[in-house]
């Protein structure tokens, strides 16, 4: 049973539609943009910078788009990274076992994937608190293209005020991703 640390409520979601960044079609223009580390969530993304060139620092994978399977050929490019674990994080929820997770893959050298049972679109959201000054965020917004997220004060001010208005534990889940 996954240990769940905060869930979605629905009146918070149309809030999540919107970007935290910038949205990029072309990755060559996202990666001139980005700071470092990176940290890419989501499948597509994930993809798209392997296909650019590079290996994201972190990157968190549900073998899923848009709630359908990735292609075999997707999934297959996901690969190159120092070290993979796999995490349970049920839809709409963080758990502490994908916080812990996240935080370690931050803080350890080499690249790290972590594959997630379940969903991992709400991580892009503890990604960002956990993320060192000067980091990108990247995560996909559906139909869109890529959203470049600065770990700066403003966005982490925006993601700690949605995080403390999910339901459970904010004040647990922020402290499982800061240093």
Known sequence: MSDVVLELPSGLRTELKEPLGRIYTDTAALLD???????????????????????????????????????????????????????DNPAATLTAELLTALRDGIDSDGTTLLDVDGEEDLATLPAVLAAPAGASVVYGQPDEGMVLADCNDTARERVRSLLERMDGDAERAIALVSS
């Open 33 to 87: 943009d980005a700071g470092n580390p990176i940290i890419a969530v989501g499948d597509m993304v994930t993809y798209h910078l392997i296909e650019a060139g590079r290996i994201p620092n972190l990157a968190l994978v549900d073998e899923r788009t848009k709630r359908s399977a990735v292609d075999a050929d997707v999934a297959a490019a996901i690969d190159g990274f120092d070290r993979t674990r796999s995490v």
